[in-house]
Nanobody, 124 residues
Framework: QVQLVESGGGLIQAGDSLRLSCAAS????????MGWFRQTPGKEREFVAA????????EYGDSVKGRFTISKDNAKNTVYLQMDSLKPEDTAVYYC?????????????????WGKGTLVTVSS
């Protein structure tokens, strides 16, 4: 079982930056594709970003392209989400996701492992 622990959420102003981290308790972290989803009350969990098990081929949801950057450090068992130019509509609980495959699904139903989430609130 893979345990994922997110950190870095908080309250910030529109236009600011924030970096989320997700640490995995997994010796074979290099075999996990990783990513981030987000969710607001009453809405489905939305794909934000993903990266392959090798830390290559990043992919992004349309609403965050050009503003968010995902990276994976296999030596530290950690995946990061750098969020720049944040907007109030980015407010959500952000969930770390992992999959024992080269690539992460972009739909939440296909994801094997989830963190508990970290809240990001962007004020206008």
């Amino acid at each position: 079982q893979v345990q994922l622990v997110e950190s870095g959420g908080g309250l910030i102003q529109a236009g600011d930056s924030l970096r989320l981290s997700c640490a995995a308790s997994e010796r074979t972290f290099g075999t996990l594709a990783m990513g981030w989803f987000r969710q607001t009350p009453g809405k489905e969990r939305e794909f934000v970003a993903a990266i392959s098990w090798r830390g290559t081929m990043p992919e992004y949801g349309d609403s965050v392209k050009g503003r968010f950057t995902i990276s994976k450090d296999n030596a530290k068992n950690t995946v990061y989400l750098q969020m720049d130019s944040l907007k109030p509509e980015d407010t959500a609980v952000y969930y770390c996701a992992a999959e024992r495959n080269p690539y992460l699904p972009k739909t939440p139903n296909g994801v094997d492992y989830w963190g508990k989430g970290t809240l990001v609130t962007v004020s206008s």
